[in-house]
């Protein structure tokens, strides 16, 4: 970027001026299950803000985008008109910590804090601070320079007003005296020297009127004057008394503070390391000369710095590590030269693509992500060549993958999956097994397969949970079935016994007929399950446990012993096993039939529940023999006797005629019913006594079920 494309500053924040009810701070909690649709800093805006509306989604807030856009410039305008911020403690903990290189503002007037180290939460102003460095002062500020002299010579340089500290770092062979410093030995080296002694006059000059002002100054005092050490001293001497510091001693002592001394001149050193004998036990920190050269102690080592010997290799040392980083500093520079080439300008962009989310310039990290689809859907290209997938439901990929006519049964084929077209009104499928493919077939005349109820009717059109195939009635002596289908087959099961067929089952998917029944009389249906041939007959089937079967002509019997299971027709002379269902029964007149009864699906019958418990009630179960089981169960629907709702007594209830009793339930071929009462009774479930029941707080239903 260049100077000239500054842009514009901003003089207030966005929404400066909006109203209560046209902006609101954005919270940095999640608001999903507290304000929905709006945002926060944790999640932005919700999920729910980018579904369409139609389909519950909820647009996002302007007030929300009021809240934000005023939060960002807000923090811009602070920015552009040059504001620092101060240590925030609680935003430190927020953020894990201040990152190296951050600078905040002192709460002293004028100052600023550098840090020096990552995740630092320590105060700056505080007592426990760490790792920040002061920078700055409006009141003197700070020069870092550095003057390099390279070449032999006596050199002069002018102190800038307001510099404290000065660091001066010498390598090379030794030099000539000088007005600022003694002759220093061949290949001589000092990391360090500290406050040249015109400044430390300029700052006795700065602070002894400070420390005293009480008294006079020393006449001597002047911008630029270099006091002798005599004069010093007395001045040193003569403001003890106003010192907030105690002196250290000559005898010795712990300094708190940095040493700085004067530079040596050609009358000496200004600091000096006597030469002696080594401590026998030296501490970490301890630095001591002997005759031979300077030693040191660090962490628990003592290690030598310099000897006679030793200067001229150190000499060379240092000009081979200065040769080596003029060399690393050369080839860095060759490098980034280089790869700078190779480098892509921020302003490029990653764009997403079709189906994709996120991108943009390289100015930060960037992330590309699948975009969002519809809830239940899967990422498909349906258009038949090459494109880019979108969310397609479930039933559209299989239409387009096995085909979209109804009917059409999904298979695994030798190389894949694949569909099977419908077949015709009628068929099965069928399998070939696992080296062919299925296929459509026609109805099966017989089956091996065991269902749960034999020699019974066990599906068909159904009407409130009863069979509807028989009509009502018929202008004629024949009887054709309704209702029939493919869709609602009527199927009848034959039992055969055990063993290998054990029965058979005939499959209609559409209505059959019962032709010739005979006149003024009760007429019982039958179909033949192995074939699917209709017939009649006037003699009430007999189900009976073991015995002899009858041999009338036209008198089924069926044997449902364990061991049997089988049914039997007689022709006059013999009873011949026949697998006969009989499906209901009809009532004639001279040339119609006037009523019908089809029997109960399964052998089963369920009345479902009547609210208030009746004197009396009659149900027709129509299974076409008195079951073997009959329940009379009543559930509570309102709190009573003890009993709360939903809990359900079968067959324990009573009626009070003097004694307890229970209920009675009488039974015919296609009814049953329980007599006239006069009350109800029941055992108390919390206290079990025998206690009057309130008949609306009860609902009743009847169940019945053929035994075999």
Request: aromatic residues 8%.
């Amino acid at each position: 970027m260049q100077a000239s494309q500054l842009p514009a500053k901003l003089t207030i924040p966005f929404a400066n001026a909006a109203g209560a009810g046209f902006i609101r701070s954005v919270p940095t909690a999640s608001q999903i299950g507290i304000n929905s649709g709006a945002a926060s800093y944790t999640d932005g805006f919700p999920p729910v803000c980018f579904s369409p509306v139609g389909s519950g989604g909820i647009p996002p807030a302007g007030q929300d985008f009021n809240g934000v856009l005023n939060a960002i410039t807000a923090w811009t305008r602070w920015q552009a008109a040059g504001g620092t911020v101060p240590f925030d403690s609680a935003f430190a903990l927020a953020v894990g910590g201040y990152p190296k290189g951050a600078i905040v503002q002192s709460t002293a007037s004028g100052v600023l804090w550098l840090n020096t180290a990552d995740g630092n939460s320590t105060d700056p102003d505080g007592g426990g601070a760490a790792n920040w460095v002061r920078i700055a002062s409006t009141t003197t500020g700070r020069l870092n320079t550095i003057v390099p002299f390279t070449t032999a010579g006596t050199f002069s340089w002018t102190c800038p007003t307001g510099v404290t500290l000065v660091r001066v770092r010498c390598i090379g062979g030794g030099g000539g005296s000088g007005t600022t410093g003694g002759a220093g030995g061949a290949g001589g080296r000092r990391s360090e020297a500290h406050m040249i002694r015109r400044l430390l006059a300029t700052l006795l000059i700065a602070a002894l009127p400070t420390l005293a002002v009480a008294q006079s100054a020393p006449s001597w005092i002047s911008y630029g004057y270099v006091p002798t050490a005599g004069e010093l001293r007395a001045a040193f001497a003569s403001k003890q008394d106003t010192l907030t510091i105690t002196p250290l001693a000559l005898s010795g002592g712990t300094m708190r503070g940095k040493l700085t001394t004067a530079a040596p001149t050609v009358n000496g050193a200004m600091f000096a390391l006597l030469p002696g004998i080594a401590p026998t036990t030296p501490n970490n920190g301890d630095v001591w000369a002997t005759s031979a050269a300077f030693f040191g102690q660090i962490n628990g080592q003592t290690i030598q710095f310099a000897s006679q010997g030793s200067v001229a290799a150190e000499t060379a040392r240092a000009q081979a590590a200065e040769s080596a980083n003029a060399t690393a500093i050369s080839n860095e520079v060759t490098r980034a030269t280089g790869a700078e080439a190779l480098l892509v300008p921020k302003s490029r962009q990653i764009l997403a693509g079709t189906g994709l989310a996120g991108g943009g310039d390289l100015s930060a990290d960037r992330t590309v992500s699948l975009g969002s689809i519809a809830s239940s859907t899967i990422l498909a290209n349906l258009t038949g060549s090459s494109a880019a997938p979108v969310g397609n439901t479930l039933s559209a990929i299989l239409d387009n993958a096995l085909g979209s006519a109804q009917g059409t049964v999904a298979y695994r084929g030798s190389t894949g999956w694949a569909g099977l077209a419908p077949g015709t009104s009628g068929q099965v499928l069928t399998t070939g097994g696992t080296g062919a493919n299925p296929s459509w077939a026609a109805t099966s005349t017989g089956s091996t397969a065991q269902p749960a109820t034999r020699q019974t009717v066990s599906t068909g059109p159904a009407s409130s949970g009863l069979p509807s195939f028989l009509p009502a009635s018929s202008g004629s002596l024949s009887l054709t079935a309704q209702n029939v289908s493919s869709t609602t087959p009527l199927i009848a099961t034959a039992a055969q016994g055990f063993g290998s067929t054990p029965n058979v089952s005939y499959t209609y998917t559409s209505n059959p007929t019962w032709s010739s029944l005979a006149a003024s009389s009760t007429v019982y249906l039958y179909v033949n399950a192995s074939t699917g041939a209709t017939g009649s007959t006037t003699l009430q089937p007999i189900y009976q446990y073991g015995g002899t079967p009858s041999t009338t002509s036209g008198q089924f019997t069926f044997d449902y012993s364990p061991g049997a299971m089988q049914g039997y027709m007689g022709n006059g002379t013999a009873a011949v096993a026949a697998p006969l269902v009989f499906v209901g029964e009809a009532t004639t007149s001279a040339s119609a039939v006037t009523a019908t009864v089809a029997y109960a699906y399964n052998g089963y019958y369920d009345s479902g529940y009547t609210n208030t418990l009746a004197a009396s009630a009659t149900r027709n179960h129509n299974i076409g023999l008195p079951p073997d089981t009959t329940k009379y169960i009543v559930k509570n629907i309102t709190a009573d006797v003890g009993c709360s709702p939903g809990q359900v007594v079968a067959n324990g209830i009573g009626t009070a005629n003097g004694n307890f009793t229970l209920i009675s339930i009488y039974t015919t071929r296609t009814a049953l019913s329980i007599p006239n009462l006069t009350n109800w009774q029941i055992v108390n479930a919390s206290s079990g006594a025998v206690v009057n029941m309130t008949a609306a707080n009860w609902a009743y239903r009847f169940v019945a079920q053929r035994g075999w």
